[in-house]
T-cell receptor, first 108, second 115 residues
Framework: GQNIDQPTEMTATEGAIVQINCTYQ??????LFWYQQHAGEAPTFLSY????GLEEKGRFSSFLSRSKGYSYLLLKELQMKDSASYLC?????????FGTGTRLQVFP | DADVTQTPRNRITKTGKRIMLECSQT?????MYWYRQDPGLGLRLIYY???????NKGEISDGYSVSRQAQAKFSLSLESAIPNQTALYFC??????????????FGPGTRLTVL
């Protein structure tokens, strides 16, 4: 089966930078998605990487290394509203395989 | 108006009852999906459909069935609900055409409780 691994919980301070890591199995890989999900709400799309390297979108950046089966989501200038779960998902044979998510708590 | 809608948003039912959850989308996407989310287990795929005539089982299809009534509608049924089907259910859609990345867009979710 496919394994997506990411930390269960992380904490950070408002204004800081946090990096959320994700590892996945490389067979059948066709892209890596990151979603944000606030408690009780729908996941919302943040980023997509299919080639190696860094994709930057404002305060959020996502990195991919296909050879290592590794990605990270970088959140800069953290705000209280960034407190949420961050889901890593492997796009594999036309389906998304989700990790269990990383719950990020931002403190003032 | 929301692009992906789900009804009902909340439902409490009893063991053995038949339940239908409905999903509609105005995004014009061909692909639709049903997931359930449980604490600590993440999102798990129940069924998916790549067009009106295509239905596929996902990771956890036992105890569920689906119907793709039209491009815009995809419903999930629990023929005889059981308590361990208590979960948050999400519908999603995606567009895999041209240069699209097959990004999935989620509905607001249905919170189902089976007593």
């Amino acid at each position: 089966g496919q394994n997506i691994d990411q930390p269960t919980e992380m904490t950070a301070t408002e204004g800081a930078i946090v990096q959320i890591n994700c590892t996945y199995q490389t067979s059948g890989f066709n892209g890596l998605f990151w979603y944000q999900q606030h408690a009780g709400e729908a996941p919302t799309f943040l980023s997509y990487n299919v080639l190696d390297g860094l994709e930057e979108k404002g305060r959020f950046s996502s990195f991919l290394s296909r050879s290592k089966g590794y990605s990270y989501l970088l959140l800069k200038e953290l705000q209280m509203k960034d407190s949420a779960s961050y889901l890593c998902a492997d796009h594999n044979t036309d389906k998304l395989i989700f990790g269990t998510g990383t719950r990020l708590q931002v403190f003032p | 108006d929301a692009d992906v809608t789900q009804t009902p948003r909340n439902r409490i039912t009893k063991t053995g009852k038949r339940i239908m959850l409905e999903c509609s989308q105005t995004k014009g996407h061909d692909r639709m999906y049903w997931y359930r989310q449980d604490p600590g287990l993440g999102l798990r795929l129940i069924y998916y459909s790549f067009d009106v005539k295509d239905i596929n089982k996902g990771e956890i299809s036992d105890g569920y069935s689906v119907s793709r009534q039209a491009q815009a509608k995809f419903s999930l049924s629990l023929e005889s609900a059981i308590p361990n089907q208590t979960a948050l259910y999400f519908c999603a859609t995606s567009d895999f055409s041209g240069i699209s990345t097959d990004t999935q867009y989620f509905g607001p979710g249905t919170r189902l409780t089976v007593l």
